[in-house]
Every structure is written in C-alpha cells, then in structure tokens.
C-alpha cells in the first residue's frame, strides 16, 4: 500500500459497536461482515479497518441489534465507514465454523483495550458472521474511522497485509462468488464512472476472476450482449492514446438479476 | 400429493432436536434449515416435514450445536431425515428479518406441546436461519420420522402445501439460487440415476428455470458443453419409445465448481 492511499480521516465520533458496546442491544454469537470493494487507478481495491489495540487488519464489521434486520446492520457498517447511503449490497455466505475466531487472538485484544475482561467477555464467545459484499465508486467513498479506537484505508486486493481471524478466507470466498455471479451483478456498473474505457472494465473482470483475459476477445463479447453501449466520445490519456468511451445499459443487468437468467457465461 | 408418495416410517426414535431440547446445547438464535430436492416421476420433488402439534409443514430443520460446525449441523438434520450420510449439500442464503417467524404461530405450537411454557420459551425468540439445500437421490431415500413428534413427506414443488413461518420464501430462493448457479451446480448428476434419459435431464433444468425449455436447443447445448456422454443404449418405456440413455462425465463440473468458471449460461 502506498502512504498516499493510506487515507485515515479523523472525524466526529461515529458509534464503534464493537468491543466497548452494551450486548445486551444485540444477537448473541452473530456478528456481520462486510467486504467493500472500489476501483482506483487500475486495480481492484477492498477497505479495511484496524483497531489500534490490534496488530491487525479486519474487515469492517459490527453486530445485529436485536430490533434490526441483518441487512439493516450491514447498510450501518457501511455508513459509518464509508459515509455512503445508497450501496449495492448483497450477502454471500455465512462462516460459522467453530475455530473460526482464535481464541489468543480476541484475548490479547481485549486486553489491550484495558476494558474490565472479568465482567466483559463477550466477544471471547464463538460468532457465526453473515458476510455481505458492497460495490462502491471509489471516489464518492470518505473513509471514517473512530480516531481513538481504528483506523481504515484502502488495499489492493492482490496485495493485503496479514489478515485478522478468517476474514482472508471471506474476502476470497466474496471474490470466487462474484466470480460465479458474474453474469448477473453489475460490477462494473457498480464500480465504474458513467463513462469509462474497455481496459477499465476488463481490468475488473479479470482481478475477479484471477486471470488474464484476452483483449479483442472481451471486447467482442462485452459488446455482443448488449449491457454496453459505445459512445462516441474519447478520453485523451496520452499523446498517442484515446480510447474509447463507453457507458452501461442499466436495464438489461436489472433484467437479468431479477429473473436469474444471466445472458452470458463467465468463462472468455 | 398422491397417498404412495406420503411415507411416514415409524422408525426407532431419532433425536428431535427442537422443540423439547435442552437450549443449552445449542448457540442461541441461530437455526439450520434444509432444502432437500430429489426427483421422481418426471417432477422435482422438496421433502418437507410436520410436527404433530402443528398445522403447518415446515422445512426439515434444526439448531446449531455449541460444539458443531454449521455444515456439521446441517448434515446431522440430513440423516435424521432421510437416512443418507453422504449428500450434496451447500449453504445459499441466510434468513434474519425481525419478524419472520410469526411469534402467534409459535405461541401456538408450543401451548399445544404440552411443554411447560413458563418455563420453555426459547422457541419464541427470534432465529437467524442458515439456510442448505440437498440434492438427493430420490429412490435411496428413506424417510424418518419421529412418530411421536412428526411426520414427513415428499412435495411436488409446484403444488406445496401451506408452509411454516418464511419457508416459502426459502425454498424459491433456494431453487433461484440454484437457477443462477446451474452452470457450476451437478444437478442431474445429484438428482438423477447413473443413466438417464435426455427429457428427464431436461425436465430438473425446466423445474428449477420455471420455464419450458426448448427440446432441441437443450439437447444440443447440453451435448455441446462435453458433461454429458451419450450411451450405446437405450430405453423401452412403451411400443414405439425407446429414448437414448445419457451419463455424466463428473471431472467437468467438479471443475466448472472449483474454479466457478462455467462453462455455458443458464440462457437456454
């Protein structure tokens, strides 16, 4: 991560419903997790916070309160750490397994955050997590993180830092799901400016599904299926380099995730 | 719901671990709920089940177990219902809305438990439900029920009976899920015997599409993608039908699974 994506804003106080937090306003044993996936310059990022009683990075998360439902609990996470409304939000799968969280790791945390562990030792207690996966345009996004409890900042998804409990294994299971529903969900859409080049989407498409992908190959198929319009406009990124601008057609994708059918198959 | 297809064995008893267990086995709040598909007769089938003090039929389900994974609970419900140990079995989707357990219709059942519900009323809490479907081998099911509690049966999944609570709901979105996924999902393979004819293939893809596909884009689509191999054999099934018999090549969706690269849409 280069320092200048390292952006950790100190705002007004948002809630932090996590260590220091009365259980008694949520579900016992279940928790909420939330991959945030933007688009910067040229490569597929996720967002991540940081305790500062903990060495490491986590995926920003919190807990289901009793009167709320789970996507409710998961729309909150991503205000409080996005400062973002309106985001497309979708659960992917739930990890309950029983090691899931170390033990040691949660110990020496709550520990460290010098609260009274006789009394408060919830969040010792094994959790099942509902994962959700949120899109965002990565320039609408102003991270907000509880200056004196975290921190949050942007990684390349290629290259994240050591990874608290199992959330490696969330954010992997998020990217191999989007992988299967690529079909279906408007990632690029999502991720993209109105406007944006064939380099820019396929450049996310192939960060999803792991791989290169052929150029002329994607661009035909992209273009046959009908989500992508041409415009006819440029954008100027060097002497010699103009590439063409393109926008989506909303409705077909709309189309296509209500009824299941996608209209193509992930495999170019 | 023909009568034949009403079984109800009275077995020895297996563990019923719902409305009379000890809750202090099981992580609060949390349930399993287990969609089991099978096909027989030329339409797929959901095996459902009843408790004796309820109206309604309801999912085949259970609670979670401190010392159990999610997957291991799941399986556990499996076997106590259908005997089988070794099935296809994947999480889809959770369940979390505040009210989507009618709290009346449990009130209800448990009056009508006998249970001492001054005492007993875990099951009015709110549940967050894990939910699995199960793809099974119709003819190597056979059906349990503890005789004292409940009973279980087969449904044809368009002519359901009124279910319990949101189950409803659960089961379309587990054979939506299963539309999106039918690229990568060995369906057939799960749900149909080692040799099979080409309408009883497609007649699974016409019950989970919730379309009529055409007969001969399926046939050839199906025999294109190389899962399917043709036998030198066929089928007497009247005095001028005999269809050809078919098999799975398995290793080619084992692999569209484990790198969720599909190898054809669900667009037929």
Same mark, same amino acid.
């Given at each position: ?12 106080? =948002? ?24 688009? #910067?310059? /040229? ?15 986590? +995926?920003?998360? /919190?807990?289901? !309160? ?40 949660? =110990? ?8 009274? #562990? ?8 094994? &959790? ?5 996966? !949120? ?7 102003? +991270?907000? !993180? ?20 199992? #959330? ?7 990217? &191999? ?7 279906? =969900?408007?990632?690029?859409?999502? @991720? ?33 299926? /009908?989500?992508?319009?041409? @415009? ?7 002497? #010699? ?28």
């Amino acid at each position: 991560m280069s320092s200048n994506e390292k952006i950790i804003m100190e705002k007004e106080k =948002v809630p932090v419903d996590t260590i220091d937090q009365d259980p008694d306003i949520f579900i016992p044993n279940v928790s909420v997790d939330c991959i945030i996936l933007g688009f #910067h310059a /040229g490569s597929l990022k996720v967002l991540l916070s940081k305790f500062k009683v903990s060495d490491k990075w986590m +995926l920003p998360g /919190g807990f289901v !309160a009793k009167d709320e439902d789970p996507d409710e609990s998961a729309k909150r996470v991503l205000r409080e750490k996005t400062g973002l409304n309106d985001i497309y939000l979708k659960q992917f799968y739930f990890f309950g397994k029983k090691g899931r969280i170390g033990l040691d790791e949660n =110990v020496e945390m709550l520990k460290r955050s010098k609260l009274n #562990h006789d009394k408060v030792n919830w969040p010792l207690d094994r &959790f099942i997590s509902l994962g959700y996966y !949120a899109l965002v345009k990565y320039n609408e996004v102003t +991270l907000q !993180a509880d200056e004196e409890y975290e921190e949050a900042a942007w990684f390349d998804i290629n290259q994240m830092p050591e990874l608290y409990a199992d #959330h490696k294994e969330i954010i992997d299971t998020a990217t &191999f799901t989007i992988r299967r529903q690529i079909g279906f =969900v408007p990632v690029g859409y999502e @991720l993209l400016p109105e406007k944006f080049t064939m380099p820019e989407l396929r450049c996310i498409y192939e960060a999803i599904l792991g791989r290169p992908i052929d150029r002329r190959n994607f661009q035909r198929k992209m273009l046959s299926i /009908g989500y992508i319009q041409p @415009l006819n406009e440029t954008r100027k990124v060097g002497a #010699h380099k103009s590439p063409n601008l393109y926008t989506f057609i909303k409705e077909k994708y709309d189309e296509a995730e209500r009824f299941g059918i996608q209209v193509m198959s992930n495999n170019f």
